[in-house]
């Protein structure tokens, strides 16, 4: 069975704040942007995550370099630190949400696309059959 990662940051991006979800397996990372109104609480993120987790949407998944040897504590901790004070999103993360975006963006343009060509052609038929019945003297 292979194992995975999962990441979760909760950071301000104004005016609200934003938690992203990344998972991560067998090299490759999907992402998943939620916003929350105020500053939640751990619990409230934990329980939220609980309850919403199969509902997530993530990004198609993006190819992560393996990472060769485990850092050691006391720079995991460091960085763990400097994680935390960064602003921001990951540049991984980043780019996963807008791929995301991106596919989403195409969709809905096709969406749209064939809704404006089915009304086209109601439109179409419903003036022939206007004609028809014109012609008809009705």
């Not at 990441?7 to 998972?23: A, G, N």
């Not at 993120?45 to 990004?59: A, I, K, N, Q, T």
């Not at 975006?101 to 439109?123: I, V």
């Amino acid at each position: 069975m292979e194992q995975g990662t999962a990441r979760i940051t909760v950071c301000f991006e104004d005016p609200f704040w934003v938690c992203l979800f990344e998972r991560e397996q067998g090299g490759r990372l999907e992402v998943s942007r939620t916003v929350f109104g105020a500053e939640p609480r751990d619990q409230e993120v934990y329980l939220w995550l609980l309850e919403h987790w199969r509902g997530l949407r993530f990004s198609p998944p993006v190819a992560v370099p393996e990472r060769d040897r485990r850092p050691n504590a006391r720079r995991k901790r460091r960085e763990a630190g400097e994680a935390l004070r960064a602003r921001g999103t990951g540049t991984k993360a980043q780019q996963a949400l807008q791929l995301q975006r991106e596919q989403e963006k195409t969709q809905r343009r096709e969406d749209r696309r064939r809704r404006d060509q089915a009304e086209e052609a109601r439109r179409f038929q419903l003036r022939q059959e206007k004609k028809k019945a014109r012609h008809r003297g009705r």
